[in-house]
């Protein structure tokens, strides 16, 4: 089993910062990407932040200049700092990480619980 545990979301006023953490654990042999997506209210699923290998990291064009994520790779755990925050960044944060699992030869994907992120105007 792997179990990804989310925490740091909450309500913050537009203009604020919110910083999400994400620890992966569990029967991990091989941890490839790690990342954040989000899902507003009637909306789709948005893919926000990844980082995969040697600390290649990519943003969705809505977050660029505000959003950083980063990785801590020994405690197999990603972080997502979100600054200048919009009301149209509310949604539920979830995180994801590619994980080989010991004693399999493939990778999988794994998905957080969610946590709330509310901006109000």
């Known amino acids: 089993q792997v179990q990804l545990v989310e925490s740091g979301g909450g309500l913050v006023q537009a203009g604020g910062s919110l910083r999400l953490s994400c620890a992966a654990s569990?029967?991990?042999?091989?941890?490839?990407?790690m990342g954040w997506d989000r899902q507003a209210p009637g909306e789709q699923r948005e893919l926000v932040a990844t980082?995969?290998?040697?600390?290649?990291?990519n943003y969705a064009d809505s977050v660029k200049g505000r959003f950083t994520i980063s990785r801590d790779y020994a405690k197999n755990t990603v972080y997502l700092v979100m600054s200048s925050l919009k009301p149209e960044d509310t949604g539920v944060y979830s995180c994801?990480?590619?994980?080989?699992?010991?004693?399999?030869?493939?990778?999988?994907?794994?998905w957080g619980q969610g946590t709330q992120v509310t901006v109000s105007s």
């Open positions: 994801y990480a590619t994980v080989r699992r010991v004693g399999s030869p493939f990778y999988s994907d794994y």
């Open positions: 569990g029967s991990i042999d091989s941890l490839n990407a």
């Open positions: 980082v995969t290998g040697v600390d290649n990291k």
